[in-house]
C-alpha cells in the first residue's frame, strides 16, 4: 500500500483550488504528491491510502481540484477502486472527493 498523509507529507494547512489562490492548494498536492502517489500504486498494483485526518480542515475546492485532476488522467473508476481515503474527524470529506474524481467524466 502506498500512503500518503496529508498533514504529515504536504501540509497542515490545505490552501484553495489553484496555485494562483495561494500556497498549498490542491492543485500543487496533485502535482507534487497525489499524482506520483497513484502512479506508484498502479505501477505496485496496490491501493493509496490517502489520509486527511490531522489537518487544520479541507476547502472543497482543494478536494475537489486535486481528485479531479487525478480522475480526468486517469478515469473516475480506476481512480476510486484504488483509493482509501481516511477522514475519521470529517466523513463528509469521502463524498467530496468521490465527487471531484467522477467531476471531469460528467462534461
Known sequence: MII????????KTPGWRTYDDGPYSGQEFYDKLLKKGFEDALAQNVKLKVILDGSNGYTTS????AFR????????????????IISNEVPKYIERIKKGVYAMERK
Open 62 to 65: 482543494f478536494l475537489n481540484e
Open 4 to 11: 500518503i498523509d496529508i498533514p504529515n507529507d504536504f501540509t
Open 69 to 84: 485532476l487525478l480522475g480526468g488522467e486517469f478515469g473516475g473508476d480506476a481512480v476510486w477502486n484504488r483509493l482509501l
